[in-house]
C-alpha cells in the first residue's frame, strides 16, 4: 500500500471516503475507502483524467458499468457502484479484496505444476461462462486481474471485467496506452474485429500457458513484436518448452490459443470440459484440496506432485499401450520420463511400447546407447523384426539421424542419445505414396528465404556489413549459416540504439516457408520538462506517473517512437494549466507555459 502524498492530496468522493491508494495503472488508479453509508471498506477505481474527459467514454461509462455489475459470482470481484453521469470523477466501486495477484504469486513461486495451473483455470473458466451468459467479455484477461485469497479457503476471482470494452472509445488510443494486453489479446481483438467469448478463451489459454510453462506464448522486446506474434500465431508448444506439462495439455493449450477463432473451443464450458476431463484422469479432482495443499508450501506441494504424476501417468500409459492407443501411451510416457528420467519401471515399458511399435509398423523408437552412435554415422538402416533385440544400456552421445526401414521405405529418424535415461521419439507417418523423404544436407550453397520483422519499421538493415537496406516485411534469400545483421534508424533520428545480432539461417525443413528474423531495437528513453514555468511550480502527468518539480528533466521509458500524454502545470496562486503533449523516444520535449 502506498498512500498518497499530502502534497498531492486524494480525491473527494461525495459517497466514499477515500483513504489511501493502493496501486497505479495505465487506466485507473484504485484506492481503498470506506462506504459512507454502509461503514465497510471497498476498492475504488477512479479512471484517469485524460481518459474520462472522452465524452464517447463519459456517456457509455454508467451504461457499461451497470452491465457488469450485474454479475454475481463467486469467481468474480462484485461490483457495487459505479459513478453517475452528473459526477465529474468516473470510477467504479468493488469489493475490497485482502489476497494477491496471481502475477505476484507466479514472481514468488515460478511455474506451476500443469495440474494446479489448470484447477486454477477452472475456477476462471466458471467465471468467464457466467458473464458470458450475461453477454459480458472480460477482454483483458491476464495475472494482474486474477486475485487469489489464502486466508482461509483458496478463493480466485476474476476482476476488471469489461473494463477495455469501456474504455475502447474513439480516440483514446491517441493517450498511447494499448486497450488490453497485447500478450493477452486474440488476434481478432488486436486487428479490431469482433470480439466474443472465444477472445477470452484465448486469454485463458495464454493465462494458463504462462503458469504452466514459466513464461509468455508471445514474447518480444517491445509491444510491436508481441502483437506481431500473436497475429501470426508464433509460439513455441508448451512441451517443447518444458517438457513435464506433456503432450496431452500442450494439445489443449495449443486449441485455445489457435490463431483463427473457429479453431479454438467453441466455449469457455467446453475449454473446462477438456480440462477438467485431463484432470480427473490423473486423479486430481479435488479443486479445493489441491489449491491449499500448493498455496500452503508449494515446495513440498511440487515433491508430492511429482510421486503422485509419475505413477498416475506411468499407468494410464500402460493401459494406453494396451489398448493400441500407442500415441497416448507415448505421450503419457514421454512427460513421466521428465520427472523421472531413470525410473527402472518406466524405462521396461517404453521398452515394450518399443516393441510393439515395430511389430506394428507405425513408429520407430530408437533407445541409442555408445555403439550403436558409432554405427549410425556409417548408415545404419535397422530392419524391422517381430523380436528385435534389446538395445545397450544408453549412454551420452551426439544427436544424429538413421535410416529406419519401414517395409521397403526409409525416412530419416532424429536419434538422440539419452543422458542416464531411454528417450522416445516418433518417426513422422509416411505419405500416401510412401516416398522416400530426401534431406539435402546444408551447404554453402544452399538458401532459403528469410522475411524481416523490424521495430521500428524505418529501420535500416546491413547483413554480413552489406549496404543498409529498406528490409521492414520483406523477404530475401540468403545462404544457409550464421549472418551478422547490424540494424539502425538513420539520422537526424536519435530514438534507437544500435542494434548488433547474430542469427542462424537454417535450411528449410521441407515446408517451404521462410524464416523469421526479428531486430527489435532499443527505444531510448524519452525526456521531459516545463523549465518556462514559474518558480514552484509542479508537472504532473499521471500516466507515465510524473509528479515533481517543473524544472527538472524526466526520463521516460519508450516502448514506441512516439506517444501522446496529458499534463498538468501547478503553480501557486494560478490556475491549472492542461497541455497534450507528445513525447518522442531519444528527444527533449518541453511542456509550453503561457503567463496568465
Not at 485482502?98 to 515460478?110: D, S
Not at 516545463?530 to 500516466?543: I, K, N, S, T
Amino acid at each position: 500500500m502506498t498512500p498518497l502524498s499530502e502534497s498531492a492530496g486524494l480525491p473527494q468522493l461525495a459517497k466514499y471516503e477515500i483513504l489511501a491508494e493502493l496501486g497505479h495503472g495505465g487506466m485507473a488508479t484504485v484506492y481503498r475507502a470506506r462506504d459512507r453509508r454502509l461503514g465497510r471498506e471497498v476498492a475504488v477505481k477512479i479512471i484517469h483524467k485524460h481518459l474520462r474527459e472522452n465524452r464517447e467514454i463519459a456517456a457509455r461509462f454508467e451504461a457499461e458499468g451497470r452491465a457488469v455489475a450485474k454479475l454475481r459470482h463467486p469467481n468474480i470481484v462484485e461490483v457495487y457502484d459505479v459513478s453517475s453521469q452528473d459526477e465529474a470523477d468516473k470510477y467504479i466501486v468493488v469489493e475490497l479484496s485482502r489476497g494477491m495477484t496471481l502475477r505476484r504469486l507466479l514472481e514468488r513461486v515460478g511455474e506451476m505444476p500443469p495440474e494446479v495451473a489448470s484447477l486454477l483455470a477452472v475456477e476462471l473458466g466458471h467465471a468467464l461462462a457466467h458473464a458470458h451468459a450475461a453477454g459480458v467479455i472480460h477482454r483483458d484477461l491476464k495475472p494482474e486481474n486474477v486475485l487469489i485469497d489464502t486466508a482461509e479457503a483458496v478463493r480466485i476471482q476474476l476482476t476488471d471485467f469489461g473494463i477495455a470494452k469501456i474504455l475502447d472509445a474513439q480516440g483514446v488510443t491517441s493517450t498511447g496506452q494499448v486497450l488490453g494486453s497485447p500478450a493477452h489479446m486474440a488476434p481478432e481483438q488486436i486487428e479490431g474485429g469482433e470480439v466474443n467469448a472465444r477472445a477470452d478463451v484465448f486469454g485463458l489459454g495464454v493465462l494458463l500457458y504462462e503458469c504452466m510453462v514459466g513464461h509468455l506464448p508471445f514474447e518480444g522486446k517491445n509491444p510491436a513484436q508481441v502483437l506481431r506474434r500473436v497475429l501470426e500465431g508464433s509460439y513455441a508448444p508448451a512441451d517443447r518448452e518444458r517438457p513435464s506439462v506433456g503432450g496431452r495439455w500442450s494439445k489443449i493449450l495449443a486449441r485455445s490459443l489457435a490463431k483463427e477463432a473457429a479453431d479454438r473451443f467453441e466455449s469457455a464450458e467446453v475449454f473446462i470440459g477438456a480440462m477438467q476431463k485431463e484432470i480427473e484422469s490423473l486423479g486430481f479432482s479435488d479443486s479445493a484440496r489441491e489449491l491449499r495443499l500448493f498455496f500452503a508450501d508449494p515446495d513440498a506441494y511440487r515433491a508430492d506432485h511429482k510421486s503422485r504424476i509419475v505413477a498416475a501417468l506411468t499407468l494410464r500409459g500402460e493401459q494406453a499401450r494396451k489398448s493400441g492407443d500407442r500415441h497416448g501411451a507415448a505421450a503419457d510416457f514421454n512427460r513421466a520420463l521428465a520427472y523421472a528420467p531413470k525410473d527402472p519401471a518406466l524405462l521396461r515399458l517404453i521398452g515394450r511400447l518399443q516393441r510393439g511399435r515395430v511389430t506394428r509398423r507405425a513408429f520407430a523408437v530408437v533407445l541409442i546407447g555408445s555403439g550403436l552412435a558409432g554405427a549410425a554415422t556409417l548408415g545404419l538402416s535397422l530392419k524391422m523384426s517381430p523380436a528385435p533385440a534389446r538395445p545397450p544400456a544408453p549412454t551420452a552421445a551426439p544427436s544424429r539421424e538413421v535410416a529406419v526401414d519401414l517395409g521397403g521405405s526409409s525416412l530419416p529418424v532424429p536419434v538422440v542419445a539419452a543422458s542416464g535415461a531411454a528417450r522416445a521419439f516418433v518417426a513422422p507417418k509416411l505419405s500416401a505414396d510412401r516416398q522416400t523423404r530426401h534431406v539435402e544436407p546444408a551447404g554453402p550453397l544452399l538458401q532459403r528465404d528469410v522475411t524481416f520483422v523490424i521495430v521500428p519499421k524505418g529501420a535500416l538493415v546491413s547483413i554480413d556489413e552489406g549496404p543498409p537496406e529498406e528490409l521492414f516485411l520483406k523477404t530475401k534469400r540468403l545462404s544457409v549459416g550464421v549472418h551478422a545483421f547490424r540494424a539502425e534508424v538513420p539520422a537526424p533520428s536519435k530514438c534507437c540504439e544500435v542494434l548488433r545480432h547474430h542469427e542462424e539461417i537454417k535450411p528449410d525443413d521441407g515446408s517451404g516457408t521462410a524464416q523469421n528474423v526479428s531486430l527489435s531495437l532499443n527505444f531510448r528513453d524519452a525526456m521531459i520538462s516545463a523549465p518556462g514555468a514559474p518558480d514552484g511550480a509542479l508537472l504532473r502527468c499521471p500516466v507515465p506517473r510524473i509528479a515533481g518539480a517543473a524544472s527538472k528533466v524526466y526520463s521516460v521509458k519508450m516502448t514506441t517512437l512516439e506517444q501522446d500524454f496529458s499534463c498538468d502545470l501547478e503553480a501557486p496562486g494560478v490556475s491549472t494549466r492542461q497541455s497534450s503533449i507528445t513525447l518522442r523516444a531519444g528527444e527533449l520535449t518541453v511542456v509550453p507555459w503561457s503567463a496568465p
